[in-house]
């Protein structure tokens, strides 16, 4: 099972990704009750238990790699539930192909948008699954509204390889070749790898 990362934390410059737990769940929720963050994230508003049924199954899927994404300036500091402003999925749901991982990215609060938030964690994710998960391949499935999202993978060297015009979605490709993943490990050798249990034991200690 997806258990890979229940305690890793990759730490950056900007944002911090941590594993997704029930402590996120409520403030996770409340995002997801924004009618602008539904049509972006193509997602139905879920209630609070459906949302913990929810983080429970991604923690245990095999095909799921999640992670809450923290402001650096909050964490460790301040508590984790008001330092989330978004998260990053990777899903490796091509049964074909193992090496294939989608990736999302979702800044969920508004503050932290256009703030290069988003392109670190993408970034941090991206490297991630390329050192971890044996990704060579990676996809994004975009709302063709969503200029900002599409504009940044396109930075990050993603090309668009398709348009579905009945989910007026757009997909972009990532084929990770030995320069791309050089240029991938130099965006993000500023990265830290650590325990969330240490760090957490650490935050506890800053909070007394």
């Not at 934390?9 to 990704?17: A, N, Q, S």
């Not at 997801?32 to 199954?57: F, G, I, N, V, Y």
């Not at 402003?85 to 256009?114: H, K, Q, W």
């Not at 063709?144 to 999202?149: D, F, G, T």
Request: overall charge negative.
């Amino acid at each position: 099972a997806m258990k890979i990362n229940e305690d890793t934390v990759l730490r950056g410059k900007k944002v911090t990704l941590v594993p997704y737990t029930a402590a996120h769940v409520p403030r996770y929720h409340e995002w997801m009750q924004s009618e602008e963050l539904q049509r972006l994230t193509a997602s139905e508003p879920l209630s609070l238990e459906q949302e913990h049924e929810m983080q429970r199954s991604w923690r245990d899927d095999a095909d799921k790699c999640t992670f809450i994404v923290l402001d650096s300036g909050r964490w460790p500091g301040q508590a984790e539930e008001d330092s989330m402003v978004g998260d990053v999925n990777l899903f490796l749901t091509n049964t074909e192909d193992p090496t294939v991982g989608e990736i999302e990215i979702m800044i969920a609060e508004p503050s932290c948008r256009g703030r290069g938030f988003g392109k670190e964690a993408t970034l941090m994710m991206m490297a991630y699954g390329v050192r971890k998960l044996g990704i060579t391949k990676f996809e994004a499935k975009i709302g063709q509204e969503n200029e900002a999202s599409i504009c940044m993978f396109k930075k990050l060297h993603f090309k668009e390889v398709a348009l579905n015009n009945i989910f007026q979605e757009v997909t972009l490709r990532l084929d990770v070749s030995d320069q791309e993943r050089q240029w991938l490990l130099e965006q993000t050798n500023h990265m830290e790898e650590k325990s969330y249990t240490e760090l957490k034991q650490l935050a506890g200690v800053l909070d007394t």
